[in-house]
Nanobody, 119 residues
Framework: QEQFVESGGGLVQPGGSLTLSCVLSRDLRTALDIYIMGWYRQAPGKERELVATLAPAGDADYLDSVKGRFTIATDKAKDTMYLHMSSLKPEDTAVYYC??????????WGQGTQVTVSS
């Protein structure tokens, strides 16, 4: 079974907002407590890039191009992490994935969710 299931993507106009969700499998129920978690995105023709990270202690970091617009969050009771996106730009268009940055080689990637920002 997939370890990460992303959802919430869709078509949104520039300047709009969208919230992505990532449900972790029960096998990873402790991940939010012990792993640094993150959101990635991959646009056509580009490499996958790390967009945001959140450590168990609450320290968050963001790609410069999304600072002030994106917020990463978790809900441990629901085994879920979120990416709140606002003031969206066409260059935010990509497939978005969640993962644990330090464990990408040993845990399978999910299918991702497509975000398209276009007028």
């Amino acid at each position: 079974q997939e370890q990460f299931v992303e959802s919430g993507g869709g078509l949104v106009q520039p300047g709009g907002s969208l919230t992505l969700s990532c449900v972790l499998s029960r096998d990873l129920r402790t991940a939010l407590d012990i792993y640094i978690m993150g959101w990635y995105r991959q646009a056509p023709g580009k490499e996958r890039e790390l967009v945001a990270t959140l450590a168990p202690a609450g320290d968050a970091d963001y790609l410069d191009s999304v600072k002030g617009r994106f917020t990463i969050a978790t809900d441990k009771a629901k085994d879920t992490m979120y990416l709140h996106m606002s003031s969206l730009k066409p260059e935010d268009t990509a497939v978005y994935y969640c993962h644990a940055p330090r464990h990408t080689d040993e845990i399978s990637w999910g299918q991702g969710t497509q975000v398209t920002v276009s007028s």
